[in-house]
């Protein structure tokens, strides 16, 4: 039989202080690089040099160091909590937001894309109330997704594989786009695949920033680009 000694290890209104402070750390603090927009996070950061005996904290190699970040989540109502500890990080970069906090979100993150307690049933298509944002592309691969979502939409277009997205109140609508052989493409508006797949197939070289859909192409469309020219793409989630 258990025998509880005590069943709190401090008040309720020091567990407030303590549970504000430690969301306070990744809302305002050392690790705001850890901050999620699906759901709240509470820890604290770690950085500490390792002892190595009679020797000190430094031989001859120098000093090395742990980094630790300790979390739970979500910070409202906890259900996760983990630990990241990582001794003798390498590259000079040993601070615990910067080396364990990473790998705490990762974990985080992934715990709550694949726990469907967090997640609002979708019993039917009546609960679609409204069209998705999509990206234009390859039409035979969008016209699968929609048939296999059931979302509505109109091909106006119908003897081209590459097209524009454009969203109705009632359905989706595919409308024709013009791909000139020789001519740097027009990737605005496409996933990154798909962008790719046309720029180096016009012997182009692809930069990208950021993640998304593409927002800017730094060869406008229509030019004229030699193979092995460089081309930029900007990258946007919004």
Not at 12 to 32: D, F, Q, S
Not at 52 to 59: A, P, V, W
Not at 171 to 179: F, G, H, I, Q, S
Not at 228 to 238: A, V
Request: glycine share 8%; charged share 25%; with cysteine.
């Amino acid at each position: 039989r258990t025998e509880v000694i005590n069943p709190s290890i401090c008040s309720k209104r020091t567990l407030a202080k303590v549970r504000e402070a430690l969301e306070g750390v990744v809302e305002n603090g050392t690790a705001r690089n850890l901050r999620n927009a699906s759901f709240r996070v509470a820890g604290k950061t770690g950085t500490a040099q390792i002892a190595r005996g009679s020797t000190g904290y430094r031989n001859e190699k120098g000093v090395s160091h742990q980094a630790s970040f300790v979390g739970y989540f979500p910070a409202d109502k906890p259900k996760f909590s983990c630990i990241v500890v990582v001794n003798s990080p390498s590259r000079s970069i040993y601070y615990g937001n910067l080396v364990a906090g990473p790998i705490f979100k990762e974990i985080a993150d992934k715990v709550y894309a694949t726990n469907p307690d967090w997640f609002p049933m979708v019993n039917s298509k009546a609960d679609l109330l409204e069209l998705p944002e999509s990206k234009s592309g390859f039409k035979p691969e969008l016209e699968r997704v929609f048939s296999d979502l059931g979302i509505p939409y109109t091909d106006t277009a119908p003897t081209k594989i590459w097209t524009n997205t454009k969203r109705s109140e009632n359905e989706v609508e595919l409308e024709n786009r013009t791909m000139i052989a020789n001519l740097v493409p027009d990737v605005i508006g496409m996933g990154l695949k798909d962008a790719i797949y046309l720029l180096e197939n016009n012997g182009l070289k692809v930069l990208v920033k950021g993640r998304g859909t593409v927002r800017s192409q730094s060869i406008i469309p229509g030019a004229r680009a030699k193979k092995g020219d460089r081309i930029t793409l900007e990258m946007s989630m919004s």
